[in-house]
């Protein structure tokens, strides 16, 4: 047992500061947004979300933050343009970003960051695993070397399949960022979802490997059977 772990800190002090948060992302970028006002440092809080009725805190926020708040609402015709947001800070000069949200917008943000060459180091971001480039659906998992197979729900992660059925896996973070648990597909009917950023993009076309704590595996476009993923673990 430890003590809390604080993996999404905030460097005060930064000439400027903006927040990204989409959907459930703002639990991690509200308390970050109240710390920046207390000390009156220069930030812009950016809320993003499909609707008004699903944005967490929506009403609070905008009162607390004022000017320094824009919402963008998917509904409402205003949603996030990553791109434009990203030189928009870059037109401004140094500025931090810090975001949470899900793996599109951030993978969007992230390539832009890099296109426009800006700091490696002022773009900060913290990960959930239940984002990905496709809707969850269920999945068959084999592991011919063990003679095990199982079904993955649309509930339940791979790892946690695995260790269901005694697959014992190596992980720590569970949010697709430290790389502890990758396990090599051998054989996939149907398609990879990347939902890590412990790989890179190069990695994720080109390795065999995956990361069990939040990747999964979905059907082919021409098929309605699930998806079978054929695996080996360390």
Known sequence: MTQPLQNFPLRIGAPRHVLLAGGIGITAITETARVLRRVKARYTLVYVGRSRDRMAYLEELTEIHGGDIRVHVDDEGTSLDAGALVDEI????????????????????????????LPAADLRYETFGNSGWYEPEEFVVSIPALGIETTVGRGRSLLEALEDIGAEVISDCRKGECGLCQIRVVRVEGRIDHRDVFFSDEQKKASPKMCACVSRAVRAPSTGAPAVLTIDIP
């Open 90 to 117: 870059a037109a401004d000069g140094p500025t931090e970003l810090y975001m949470c949200g899900p793996i599109r917008l951030m993978d969007a943000v992230r390539r832009r960051w890099h296109d426009r060459g």
